[in-house]
């Protein structure tokens, strides 16, 4: 097996938004805001290339939105998932997986694309299959008001139109392993509704893809939430277990978000769980 960073592209977002009630004075010790109050935001998948299978954890953005939708997020550097594909030798047309952790654009924009005319919208990895689980997707088809506008229809129905979609079999728990996936899988519910955090046992290491349970290195105490999540307080007792639990097994988490810390550990303190080590992907894959 072997694991390669994909970074689909740079943005920025409210740094108030992304941690809530934390004062700014707190919160931009971690994550500095530019003079808009925006702090850097990274959109780092994963791909897992295993055998004959590769496997892409999430696609970012994609760039079929409009201009103005584009303005709202201050795109910035030079990565793009194609670059970034090309860069490890492959091609999406290469790809025969396309995992989900959750459906907000930011995760899955760029798992569908304009056609050729710009005229009707065709999946972005026309070999792959897409896969989600069937409690997300019904969450994410029939969104509440809070998220309506993350879950956006051109990025969504046209997986399932491809007859490309599959959903997960979910284990009882919060925890379990996914036969369809080939990894162990974390259910978390309090940023939206059953997103999904791989564990992915690589060279004696278990690396978590943290997705939205843990934005950043600055998200680590479990106060910080982002006001994006749907159900703060559940998100808090999701981070503490999750936290304890990567803390105890020395996980490294692969921070999807943070532009400038790529995989982190933590440590058991005595003001809780608290950061223990910085690594590059270059670190950890090598």
């Keep these: ?110 798992s569908v694309n304009w056609n050729k005319n710009r005229t009707a919208y065709e999946v972005a990895f026309k070999n792959a299959k897409f896969w989600t689980n069937e409690n997300h997707w019904e969450w994410a088809t029939k969104p509440n008001p809070r998220e309506k506008a993350s879950f956006l229809h051109e990025n969504i129905i046209p997986m399932q139109e491809s007859g490309q979609l599959h959903f997960i079999n979910r284990p009882e728990g919060d925890f379990g392993f996914s036969k369809e996936m080939g990894f162990d899988i974390f259910f978390a519910d309090g940023h939206t509704e059953k997103q999904m955090l791989p564990h992915i046992n690589y060279n004696g290491k278990t690396i978590v893809f943290c997705a939205d349970l843990l934005a950043t290195a600055g998200h680590i105490p479990l106060p910080y939430v982002m006001g994006y999540d749907t159900r703060p307080l559940l998100t808090m007792g999701e981070k503490e277990k999750f936290l304890n639990a990567a803390a105890d097994n020395n996980y490294y988490l692969w921070l999807e978000h943070d532009a400038h810390n790529q995989i982190i550990t933590v440590e058991h303190t005595e003001k809780g769980v608290r950061l223990k080590d910085v690594f590059t992907c270059d670190e950890i894959l090598k």
């Design 1 to 110: 097996m072997k694991l390669h960073p994909i970074e689909a592209g740079n943005f920025k977002l409210d740094g108030g938004a992304m941690f809530g009630v934390v004062p700014k004075t707190i919160w931009n010790k971690t994550n500095p805001a530019d003079n808009n109050n925006l702090i850097d935001i990274a959109a780092r998948c994963l791909l897992i290339e295993d055998g004959n299978r590769l496997t892409l954890i999430d696609t970012g953005m994609g760039n079929k939105q409009s201009e103005k939708f584009f303005g709202y997020y201050s795109l910035w550097g030079d990565h793009s998932l194609d670059k970034s594909l090309a860069n490890v030798g492959f091609h999406r047309d290469d790809i025969t997986d396309v995992f989900m952790t959750h459906l907000h654009f930011d995760h899955c924009g760029g």
